[in-house]
C-alpha cells in the first residue's frame, strides 16, 4: 500500500488518472449518444415504414369500403413479422387484428400516437408478455376506429446491444488505460527511486557516482545525462581544486623557505648596506617569481570557469604569430636556436587575442628552451595548418621531446619532468594552453616531432563567421 500510495502521488500518476478521467467521461457520453442517435433512426424508419403501411390500408378502404379493409387487415395480421393491425367499433371493442388488449386511452387519439405505448398478443397472458409499440390510429367517418401500430422490440434490443457492447469496450479500454497507467507510474516511480537513491550517495561525498541511464532516451535519461554532466564538471573543479591545494603545498614551499632563509642570513650575517640590499633583490626577486605563480594559477581557474568568454571577438590568427615570432627572435638568437615562421592561415577564428598571443609565447618559450640536442642545430617552428573544420597553431622543436605516455600529465599543474628543475619555469605553461583551448572550445595536443616535440593549438572555425 504504501508503494501504491508513493505511486498516487507522482506526477505521471496524477496526469495519466486526469487523462483517464477524462476518457471514461468522453466514452460515456459517447456510449449515451450511440445509443440515442441508434435508436432514433430505427424509431424515425419505423415510423416512415408505419406511414406507407396506413397509406396501403388506405388504398384498401377506398376500394371497398369496410369490408374490404377488415380482410386486408386479418389476411396481413395473420402474416410472420406482422405490424400491429386492429379494427375497434366506436366502443372501444376489437373487431379484428391481432391485437388482444392496449393500453388505455390509445384509440382516443387520431393520428400518429405521441408516445409508446403497451399492449399483448393473442394467447399472451403473463406480465412479461407485454409489449411496447407506436402506431398511428386512424378514424373512420362511422366512428370506427383502425390501428396500424410496430412493435418496439427491435428498437429496444438493438439499444441494448448497442449499450452492452459499447459498455464492455468501454470496460476493456478503461481496464487496460489502469493497467498501463499503473506500470508507466510503477516505471516512472522506480526510475525516480534510482536517481534519489543516487543522490544521496554523490550528497554523502561521493563525487564519482553518477545518475544512472537506461539507454530508452525519455526525459529520465536526458535529465541524468545533463546531471552526469553538471557532476563531472564538478568532479573536475573538485579534483582541480585538491591538486592545485596540494601543488601549492609542495611546489611553494621551497621558495618561501628561501626566502626565510635569505632574510635570515642577512640578519645574522649581513654587515654592510651591500649585503643587506643584496639579500633584498634576492628576496624581491622570489617575491615576483611567486607572484607570477600566484598570477597564472588565478588565471587558469578564470578560464577553467569560463571567464573572459565575453572579450572574444573575430579575427585571423596570423598576426597574433607574426609578433610573437618579431618578440622571441632576440631570446631566440641569444640561446643559439633558430626560430623560423611557417605557413600560415588567415581564416578568422572567434579567439580571445591576449589569451592566445600568451599561450602561444608560452609554447614558444618553452620550445626555445628544450630546442637541440645530440650535436643537432636548435630549431623551432611556428607554422599553421587548415583542416576542415578545424585551424591547427602548430609550434615544433628538435628537442628531446616528451614521452608518448607523459603527454596528458604534463598538462596538469605544477607538473614538470625535469626532475632537477635546472631549466626556469612554474610547470604551468602548458596548464594554462590547455584552459585557454577549452575556453576556445578547441584542443591542445602534444605529438611526437620525431626527434622534438609538436605542440598544437586545434582552433573550431566558426560557422557563419559567428
Known sequence: MSRFAALMRTTAARLSALYLMLFMLGAVVLVIYMTNLSVSLLTSQTQQSLSEEVASIGAAYTRGGIPLLVRVIDRRSRQPGAYLYLVADPAGRILAGNVESLQPGVLDSDGMVERSFTYQRYGERNASDIHKAIAVVIALPNGMRVLVGRDLGEPERFRDIVRRALMLALGIMCIGAFLIWYFVGRRALVRIDQLSSASQRIMGGDLTGRLPISGSGDEFDRLSGSLNAMLGRIQELNDGLKQVSDNIAHDLKTPLTRLRNRAEAALTSGRLTK????????????????????????????????????????????????????????????????????????????????????????????????????????????????????????????????????????????????????????????????????????????????????????????????
Not at 640561446?335 to 608560452?362: C, F, K, M, Y
Open 275 to 466: 649585503d643587506y640590499r643584496n639579500a633584498l633583490e634576492d628576496i624581491i626577486a622570489e617575491s615576483d617569481q611567486l607572484i607570477r605563480t600566484f598570477n597564472a594559477i588565478l588565471m587558469i581557474s578564470r578560464l577553467e570557469a569560463g571567464y573572459s568568454s565575453e572579450s572574444m571577438q573575430i579575427m585571423p590568427a596570423a598576426p597574433i604569430l607574426r609578433d610573437v615570432v618579431d618578440l622571441y627572435e632576440p631570446v631566440a638568437e641569444d640561446a643559439g636556436v633558430s626560430l623560423a615562421l611557417g605557413a600560415l592561415d588567415e581564416t578568422p577564428l572567434r579567439i580571445n587575442r591576449e589569451l592566445v598571443g600568451q599561450t602561444v609565447s608560452n609554447l614558444v618559450d618553452n620550445a626555445i628552451k628544450y630546442a637541440g640536442g645530440e650535436g643537432a642545430d636548435a630549431t623551432v617552428t611556428l607554422s599553421m595548418e587548415r583542416q576542415e573544420k578545424s585551424v591547427l597553431i602548430v609550434v615544433a622543436d628538435n628537442g628531446p621531446g616528451i614521452p608518448e605516455e607523459s603527454h596528458d600529465r604534463v598538462t596538469e599543474r605544477f607538473v614538470r619532468l625535469e626532475e632537477s628543475r635546472t631549466q626556469p619555469g612554474l610547470g604551468l605553461g602548458l596548464s594554462l594552453a590547455k584552459a585557454v583551448m577549452k575556453l576556445h572550445g578547441g584542443s591542445l595536443r602534444l605529438e611526437d616531432n620525431k626527434p622534438g616535440l609538436r605542440a598544437v593549438l586545434a582552433f573550431p572555425v566558426p560557422e557563419n563567421g559567428r
